[in-house]
Nanobody, 127 residues
């Protein structure tokens, strides 16, 4: 059974850090483009970052560049998102998602291109 399970969310103060994890089972992460998305109350789901199946191409939302880092541990079949210098506007439910499409060595930044999703983990940044 194909499954993605996020963890690592929580409450953190402005300027703090969190590392999110996304453990995959039932499939191999390194064979798929994988992304982190988030959805804040009343807003649409948006991309935070994604990584290609080969792991050599990444994308970041402009608002998180220089603060967030996506990475993958193939031996653990786990995706990570290191989030530093957190801001209150980063408060959202964070999801990891995988795609069954081939993006020619890149990754897509739109949610509809992803086909299997985790349940999400809440990140709350307090001022």
């Amino acid at each position: 059974q194909l499954q993605l399970v996020e963890s690592g969310g929580g409450l953190v103060q402005f300027g703090g850090s969190l590392r999110l994890s996304c453990a995959a089972s039932g499939f191999t992460l390194s064979l798929h483009p994988i992304g982190w998305f988030r959805q804040a109350p009343g807003k649409e789901r948006e991309v935070v970052s994604c990584i290609s199946n080969r792991g050599d191409s990444t994308n970041y939302a402009d608002s998180v560049k220089g603060r967030f880092t996506i990475s993958r541990d193939n031996t653990k079949n786990t995706l990570y998102l290191q989030m530093n210098s957190l801001k209150t506007e980063n408060t959202a439910v964070y999801y990891c998602a995988g795609s069954s499409k081939n993006f020619q060595g890149m990754c897509a930044t739109t949610p509809y291109e992803y086909h299997f999703w985790g349940q999400g983990t809440q990140v709350t940044v307090s001022s």
